[in-house]
T-cell receptor, first 114, second 112 residues
Framework: AQSVTQLDSQVPVFEEAPVELRCNYS??????LFWYVQYPNQGLQLLLK??????LVKGINGFEAEFNKSQTSFHLRKPSVHISDTAEYFC????????????FGTGTQLKVEL | DTAVSQTPKYLVTQMGNDKSIKCEQN?????MYWYKQDSKKFLKIMFS???????INETVPNRFSPKSPDKAHLNLHINSLELGDSAVYFC???????????FGSGTRLTVV
């Protein structure tokens, strides 16, 4: 079965500290991977995506993610977070042959504290 | 110039009523979607249209009926609203796989 898992429902972190949000997927076919951010009472905004090529992907707002095929992971990282990064982060997967349907993880609430 | 716009942003209505949510995109994308986000923030696809043709229809009560008059518009009509329909409904559009989606800002539906 094809699925995507975000193990951490909440991640508290102090401002200027590094953070990693974890995402794992399960699939028997090739995948395309995405991270979206949702600020309170807003829609989802694309942070970054992995389609092919270099496994390290850089996105907006200083975020980056690394695709690891052997571990079927696509973890999101930021070396130094800011209060304004407080939001819900969603990992999403599109499975080849799946008609461009995006399957979302359950989300991780990143809370940045002073 | 909003890429994917939804109206209304908020909708409060009584059980049993019928309501519609409208979505328009000016990106020239062929594919549009409706997603439902529940109170726990879980996002689940409901429908997808490609150039006015229904291509994804997940397990959704038939009280929900999407309509796409042209490829730039995808509306969602809900009959006989129930308390459990309360959620945020997101419209999105895409150029197709492997590209991601562009989302609208959502419609918060509250059924009382």
């Amino acid at each position: 079965a094809q699925s995507v898992t975000q193990l951490d429902s909440q991640v508290p972190v102090f401002e200027e500290a590094p953070v990693e949000l974890r995402c794992n997927y399960s699939s028997s076919v090739s995948v395309y991977l995405f991270w979206y951010v949702q600020y309170p009472n807003q829609g989802l905004q694309l942070l970054l995506k992995y389609l092919s090529g270099s496994t390290l992907v850089k996105g907006i707002n200083g975020f980056e993610a690394e695709f690891n095929k052997s571990q079927t992971s696509f973890h999101l990282r930021k070396p130094s977070v800011h209060i304004s990064d407080t939001a819900e982060y969603f990992c999403a997967v599109s499975f080849t042959g799946g008609g461009n349907k995006l399957t979302f993880g359950t989300g991780t609430q990143l809370k940045v504290e002073l | 110039d909003t890429a994917v716009s939804q109206t209304p942003k908020y909708l409060v209505t009584q059980m049993g009523n019928d309501k519609s949510i409208k979505c328009e995109q000016n990106l020239g994308h062929d594919t549009m979607y409706w997603y439902k986000q529940d109170s726990k923030k879980f996002l689940k696809i409901m429908f997808s249209y490609n150039n006015k043709e229904l291509i994804i229809n997940e397990t959704v009560p038939n009280r929900f009926s999407p309509k796409s008059p042209d490829k730039a518009h995808l509306n969602l009509h809900i009959n006989s609203l129930e308390l459990g329909d309360s959620a945020v409904y997101f419209c999105a559009s895409s150029q197709g796989q492997p590209y991601g989606y562009t989302f609208g800002s959502g419609t918060r539906l509250t059924v009382v």
